[in-house]
């Protein structure tokens, strides 16, 4: 029960940022729920985000060409696993992840193309780099939103 609430939580998050980057271009369409993802349409692309509180090894299997993004929390154990599956996440290059903490009192997101990233950064700043964007963000948990709802 309260992973659905921290999705919802991050799903109400997720739909008011997608709307607020479209307000110049004006070129979204329509967002649909579907649960644990989003879809959304604009005049000249589709965009799948996927809502996981947690990331976990599965994510792996499930990412293909529809996914362009994932929104998780911005917690010690998602950036961890960002980290430890670096090599594997580089091979998708439409793939987005945005760590979120809607309730932080610095900047509420960080978000990072592993594929991007990976070819204009250097294996030796590589995490120090990342876990400079990590902290640019309030740490959470699901347990720490299910204290604010």
Known sequence: MAEKEVVNVIKEWAVNYIKHRDIMLRTLIEINDNGNSLTVKYKDKEQLFVLKPSL????IQELDTKITSVITLNS?????????NWKKLVKFENLTFFFINPYSELE???FISPYI???ICD???FKQGLKSMFDTVEKTSEK???KRI
């Open 56 to 59: 976990e090894e599965s994510l």
């Open 76 to 84: 010690k154990e998602n950036f961890n696993f960002l980290i430890d």
């Open 108 to 110: 509420t997101k960080w």
């Open 117 to 119: 990233h990976n070819k």
């Open 123 to 125: 294996d030796d700043s």
């Open 144 to 146: 720490e939103i299910m």
